[in-house]
């Protein structure tokens, strides 16, 4: 069946870093467009980051010049890699893998950015 394990996540402070990686797995994974969204407490799930069908990358603006999504197909994994974190990033993150009416979620991993 199909997975997407997130990890990475934990508590940092602000200005930190952290690197998220989400496994593949019962899934083409090349074909898919991957991504990561993120929901904050009391918000809705937002996108943060998601390679597009033609390989580009779209960034959400309050993440844009901080965080960087990338690939390795060989690997099954998608990463999102977070610098100079705020506490306004502290949610639960999730991976997403799409292709065409296909739309899967991992279980998320949290994130919190506190001193």
């Known amino acids: 069946q199909v997975q997407l394990v997130e990890s990475g996540g934990g508590l940092v402070q602000p200005g930190g870093s952290l690197r998220l990686s989400c496994a593949a797995s019962g899934i083409r994974f090349r074909i898919y467009v991957m991504g990561w969204y993120r929901q904050g407490p009391g918000k809705q799930r937002e996108l943060v980051a998601a390679f597009t069908s033609g390989g580009s990358t779209n960034y959400a603006d309050s993440v844009k010049g901080r965080f960087t999504i990338s690939r390795d197909n060989a690997k099954n994994t998608v990463y999102l890699q977070m610098n100079s974190l705020k506490p306004e990033d502290t949610a639960v993150y999730y991976c997403?893998?799409?292709?065409?009416?296909?739309?899967?979620w991992g279980q998320g991993t949290q994130v919190t950015v506190s001193s």
């Open positions: 997403n893998a799409q292709w065409q009416l296909l739309d899967y």
